[in-house]
């Protein structure tokens, strides 16, 4: 029996060897094509070093959905909108958009198509930028992915000077068996991933109150239902040169105690209802208003005094006031409060003290 089997595969060889492989070529071609041929999906050579989180007030974005492209399961197409509120950066024709997946592992960049949004543009209509086409789509090939969850970032490129804007969005991708889900969830991998940007200096030496600046609250909103920032938005200028424009100046929000100090940079923007109010003082008033994102994870509870500080990069002095405003920190909670009984002339007092023993 052994012997009539030995001599059948002797003389028909040359066929099993030919099936051995017809059945090899069936399970590994589809997979070589995806990976080494497949066209759509694939990352591109872009790499930026040391991805540092920019300002979050110098932009606005959201990542919307992961969707299955076509007929091929292993395509993906992840969609969404982006731009930039730096002024240098307004005309988002001029900006190339990336997406970039990075995990404790690996990195990728992925190319995006630009997509008109009439949506967006019209929701953002207040901040007077030149929104042309924000809105992005870029194809994913799950395949070149190894598993492991990915943050999601976007880097936006000005083409005009070659400079990056990077954004940490907090969600994620997580490839796992043949899949790829989204997820929209705040995601711990993207802070041990991304260097963050750090909005705040804190204990720094309070500077002396002058009385050059012209300033208002607006008030202080939440973002959004799910974190706990907010945006506090008002305006403020200087008086000191009426030879100067008051945008030589940059705006910074100080939150203080008796104890610590903590300052905030602010993104400007422009307030037309500020300037026409104050046309008889004959200044150049350039984009007085500001708004800066205000966090309650780097606030312990407490009652913090609000001030207003104008640095000036030139040769004017730094300008500071206390304004009458204190915000109120209790949990993931902030509220904006009238200091009533004049309490934060007290309190600056006592962090001079407090910080120059």
């Not at 992840?78 to 930039?84: D, E, I, M």
């Not at 000077?161 to 940490?168: A, E, G, K, L």
């Not at 945006?231 to 200028?237: P, Q, V």
């Not at 204190?326 to 009238?338: N, Y």
């Amino acid at each position: 029996m052994a012997q009539s089997i030995f001599s059948y595969v002797k003389k028909y060889w040359v066929r099993f060897v030919i099936v051995v492989f017809a059945v090899l070529f069936f399970l590994l071609a589809h997979r070589y094509f995806v990976i080494n041929l497949e066209k759509d999906g694939r990352t591109i050579e872009e790499q930026v070093e040391n991805l540092e989180v920019t300002n979050p007030n110098e932009y606005r974005f959201n990542v919307e959905a992961l969707s299955r492209y076509d007929e091929r399961n292993y395509i993906h197409n992840l969609s969404g909108w982006a731009f930039s509120l730096n002024p240098t950066n307004n005309s988002s024709n001029q900006i190339e958009t990336f997406i970039v997946l990075a995990s404790n592992k690996n990195e990728f960049y992925f190319e995006t198509v630009s997509i008109e949004r009439p949506d967006v543009i019209e929701a953002f209509i207040d901040l007077e930028l030149d929104i042309i086409i924000p809105g992005f789509s870029t194809l994913i090939n799950q395949q070149l992915l190894p598993k492991d969850e990915y943050c999601i970032g976007i880097l936006l490129k000005n083409l005009t000077n070659s400079s990056f804007q990077f954004i940490n969005t907090n969600h994620a991708l997580l490839r796992k068996g043949r899949t790829l889900e989204f997820t929209k969830e705040d995601n711990s991998v993207c802070g041990r991933v991304f260097d963050e940007y750090e909005p705040i200096v804190e204990n720094f030496t309070l500077p002396e109150i002058t009385d050059q600046i012209k300033f208002f609250l607006d008030g202080l909103s939440k973002i959004d239902d799910n974190s706990g920032s907010y945006n506090l938005i008002g305006w403020a200028f200087t008086t000191i040169d009426e030879n100067q424009p008051t945008n030589i100046f940059e705006t910074k929000i100080v939150l203080f105690n008796q104890s610590k100090s903590f300052k905030y940079e602010a993104l400007s923007t422009p307030r037309e209802d500020v300037v026409d109010a104050f046309k008889e003082l004959n200044l150049e008033i350039v984009k007085p208003g500001y708004q800066v994102t205000l966090s309650t994870d780097q606030l312990l509870d407490g009652d913090y005094c609000l001030g207003i500080l104008l640095t000036d990069n030139q040769e004017e002095p730094d300008q500071f006031v206390v304004t009458n405003k204190i915000i109120k920190k209790r949990g993931s909670v902030l509220e904006l409060l009238e200091d009533t009984e004049e309490y934060c002339e007290d309190v600056y007092v006592e962090n001079i003290n407090y910080n120059s023993d």
